[in-house]
């Protein structure tokens, strides 16, 4: 731990014109989720990462020695708690040797070290996520002029995969093989100036600021999130027997545009909620539009554009709210868009009974309402 933050502070106090330090603050609206802090030079990239996770305050310190290509050829990674100690019974640190032909991963322990060898030339490293400093160096790849839409790299666990940039239109790059496609732009020194997750379902936006910041005080200040996204069901009954429930995740606003903004953008498939996808479960048989449900579980997704807001039924279910597979679509029925009385900040679903053959779904977020009648049959 000393030697690493001495080598933190040898870089913050350097005054190379060559030093490049920075700051980026990962929001979620006005909520502060993440902020790293490292510095570039020719030869060292080094920083950290302090983020309020659901459960606790993490922190994550990496160094990368840098070639003379700008590739790295080693890096150690180490995962902390709040206070800077070792969690239990976790690796005391993750070091990377990049060669010719090969990348080796070693990972540390009290009692023991775990090393194992993966053929790939010239590869680089995959860091976790709000850990996105070092992809500066793969910006100095793509200035000179090398490929970087698909590199060999190596992260803390699992096999050898890849890091890359899409094009994503004008300055800015889409990040291809982390956990999210962030976007992001660099300027001409390839230094990192803004991480924008608004088109992922990460959502955090960050941009570049200085450096000087201390991260220790940060972390020791700062409070775990909790459950970003709460898991609820709602129901509604219908006759003896008759019941329908909607289990989804209910994301907050956080001051981000909602239908057709940030949070719900034009056109794209959205979750109706967060995590996992929203589940419909139906004891009778329902007419959504032209849809015939009969009894059982289905998945419930959003579909917002300009013309019109549509709700899509799938058979699909069990799965993770980013696995849409519009080949299992049943149909899809538009949507009734409406004001709310006020300002909505938790994504709120209802399933209302409008008589025993009829009942209405709802689906309520910053201002706007988005609502859809059916029916249901009088037995199974």
Same mark, same amino acid.
């Given at each position: ?22 700051? =980026? ?11 790293? +802090? ?30 003379? @290509? ?20 976790? %690796? ?12 080796? *991963?070693?990972?540390?322990? !009290?009692?023991?070290? +775990? ?21 500066? #160096? ?13 590199? %060999? ?17 004008? @300055? ?27 088109? &992922? ?13 201390? #991260? ?11 459950? =970003? ?5 709602? *129901? ?10 909607? @289990?989804?995740?209910?994301? +907050?606003? *956080? ?6 903004? !940030? ?41 917002? &554009?300009?013309?019109?807001?549509? =709700? ?6 069990? +799965? ?27 994504? &709120? ?32």
């Amino acid at each position: 731990m000393r030697a690493f933050a001495a080598v933190l502070l040898l870089l913050a106090s350097t005054t190379s014109l060559a030093a490049q330090s920075a700051s =980026l603050v990962y929001r979620l609206g006005k909520d502060t989720v993440a902020i790293e +802090q490292y510095t570039r030079t020719a030869t060292l990239l080094a920083g950290e990462m302090v983020q309020r996770s659901g459960p606790a305050v993490v922190r994550v310190q990496y160094s990368v020695t840098i070639g003379r @290509d700008g590739r790295p050829t080693a890096a150690t990674l180490r995962r902390l708690q709040a206070d800077g100690t070792a969690p239990p019974n976790a %690796p005391a640190e993750t070091r990377f040797t990049v060669g010719a032909d090969s990348i080796v *991963r070693e990972v540390v322990f !009290a009692d023991s070290t +775990q090393r194992r060898a993966f053929a790939s030339g010239r590869a680089l490293i995959n860091f976790p996520t709000f850990v996105y400093g070092p992809s500066e #160096l793969l910006a100095v790849v793509r200035k000179a002029g090398g490929a970087t839409d698909s590199v %060999p790299a190596l992260g803390a666990a699992g096999n050898l995969g890849f890091v890359g940039f899409a094009p994503a239109g004008g @300055d800015t790059v889409r990040l291809r093989g982390g956990a999210y496609a962030m976007a992001m732009r660099f300027d001409a020194d390839a230094r990192l100036l803004s991480v924008d997750g608004s088109g &992922t379902t990460n959502k955090s936006i960050a941009m570049r600021g200085g450096g000087g910041l201390d #991260l220790a005080a940060i972390a020791r200040a700062m409070k775990p999130t909790g459950v =970003l996204s709460a898991r609820e069901d709602v *129901r509604a009954a219908f006759g003896p027997g008759g019941m329908v429930v909607v @289990d989804y995740g209910r994301p +907050q606003a *956080r001051e981000r545009t909602v239908w057709g903004g !940030a949070l719900v953008p034009f056109d794209s498939v959205w979750r109706a909620g967060a995590n996992d996808a929203t589940h419909l479960f139906t004891t009778r048989t329902l007419t959504l539009g032209t849809m015939t449900l009969p009894p059982g579980m289905y998945t419930l997704w959003v579909q917002h &554009t300009r013309n019109g807001t549509f =709700l899509i039924v799938n058979r699909q279910t069990g +799965q993770w709210g980013t696995q849409y597979d519009p080949a299992q679509d049943i149909g899809r029925v538009p949507m009734q868009m409406s004001p709310t009385p006020g300002h909505v900040e938790e994504f &709120t679903v209802a399933v209302r009974a409008l008589g025993p053959a009829r009942g209405a779904l709802e689906m309520a977020w910053g201002a706007s309402v988005a609502s859809v009648l059916f029916g249901v049959s009088a037995a199974r």
